[in-house]
């Protein structure tokens, strides 16, 4: 038998101190796929951003970790839930991917 885990790998990350965006209309871009991703953005209570990673690419929290920092960083929204649904995207097409549905918010995401 083999010690290497099967599955999707769920990771939960969290950014406060956000600029709230108000309500919006649940944004979906991206197709999940052999190496690609959907994500997926919900209004959320609170000045929070909360991203939730099921990534079929096991191990890489470290990477995933990278990534959702630098999206904060560029975009520090507050009220929002981020969900990605990963088939082994690079994190290029992740960063584009998040741009994509943050452009789709009121005010491409700018309170």
């Given at each position: 038998m083999s010690d290497i885990p099967v599955g999707l790998e769920t990771l939960d990350f969290s950014f406060?101190?956000?600029?709230p965006v108000g309500t919006f209309a649940p944004v979906l871009v991206g197709v999940v796929g052999s190496g690609?991703?959907?994500?997926?953005?919900e209004a959320a209570a609170?000045?929070?951003c909360s991203v939730r990673v099921e990534t079929s690419?096991?191990?890489?929290g470290p990477i995933w970790q990278a990534v959702a920092d630098d999206f904060?960083?560029?975009?520090p929204i507050g009220g929002v839930r981020v969900?990605?649904?990963?088939?082994?995207a690079t994190p290029a097409v992740v960063s584009l991917r998040l741009d994509q549905a943050v452009a789709e918010l009121p005010q491409g995401g700018r309170a």
């Open positions: 406060s101190g956000g600029r690609n991703l959907e994500v997926m953005l609170g000045n929070s690419a096991r191990g890489f904060f960083a560029r975009h969900s990605i649904n990963d088939m082994g």
